[in-house]
């Protein structure tokens, strides 16, 4: 029973892990649900509490990583307001698209935004390339911290650390 289990918890860790790079899939939340199931089903051998603070903690930093990231590019690449309200309007219609809408939708965005705000098309191209490399740099790190909850999870239940 306990490989049936165990089988379970690491499949939703890893679909959350899959979830950081494609989206419409949960992400971290997935990898902490699997913490919860593990010290729900196995008590006081199961994750700690500790576990799963620290878990859930590094949830909140990815969940904020992936809502600024884009933005925080395109700033850096001097998008301007009108980029910012262009971007999440892409976003949100890029929701409706699939995921490659929800990749494409914000960059058309930043654009379209871009260029109805003034903007020529280098300064607007600039704003959109600087979205593409938030948003990519937002999924690698929100990766990189899948991993690190894994790994944690995995150290803290295993018992490797000690």
């Given at each position: 029973m306990n490989i049936l289990?165990?089988?379970?918890?690491?499949l939703l860790m890893l679909g959350g892990l899959c979830g950081t790079i494609v989206p419409l899939l949960p992400d971290t939340p997935l990898i902490v649900a699997g913490a919860v199931l593990h010290h729900i089903v196995f008590g006081a051998h199961g994750a700690s509490w500790t576990t799963l603070l620290v878990?859930?903690?590094?949830?909140?930093?990815?969940?904020?990583?992936?809502?600024?990231?884009?933005?925080?590019?395109a700033k850096y690449f001097g998008a301007t307001r009108w980029g910012a309200i262009g971007g999440i309007l892409g976003a949100v219609v890029g929701i409706f698209y699939g995921p490659v809408g929800l990749f494409v939708g914000p960059l058309a965005g930043v654009l379209l935004g871009e260029l109805l705000g003034g903007q020529g098309l280098l300064p607007a191209g600039r704003s959109t390339w600087g979205t593409f490399l938030g948003t990519v740099a937002g999924a690698v790190g929100k990766f990189a911290i899948g991993v690190v909850m894994i790994g944690w999870f995995l150290v803290a239940t295993l018992g490797w650390q000690k």
């Amino acid at each position: 029973m306990n490989i049936l289990w165990w089988s379970l918890i690491l499949l939703l860790m890893l679909g959350g892990l899959c979830g950081t790079i494609v989206p419409l899939l949960p992400d971290t939340p997935l990898i902490v649900a699997g913490a919860v199931l593990h010290h729900i089903v196995f008590g006081a051998h199961g994750a700690s509490w500790t576990t799963l603070l620290v878990l859930t903690g590094l949830m909140f930093v990815s969940l904020a990583l992936e809502f600024v990231s884009g933005s925080m590019g395109a700033k850096y690449f001097g998008a301007t307001r009108w980029g910012a309200i262009g971007g999440i309007l892409g976003a949100v219609v890029g929701i409706f698209y699939g995921p490659v809408g929800l990749f494409v939708g914000p960059l058309a965005g930043v654009l379209l935004g871009e260029l109805l705000g003034g903007q020529g098309l280098l300064p607007a191209g600039r704003s959109t390339w600087g979205t593409f490399l938030g948003t990519v740099a937002g999924a690698v790190g929100k990766f990189a911290i899948g991993v690190v909850m894994i790994g944690w999870f995995l150290v803290a239940t295993l018992g490797w650390q000690k």
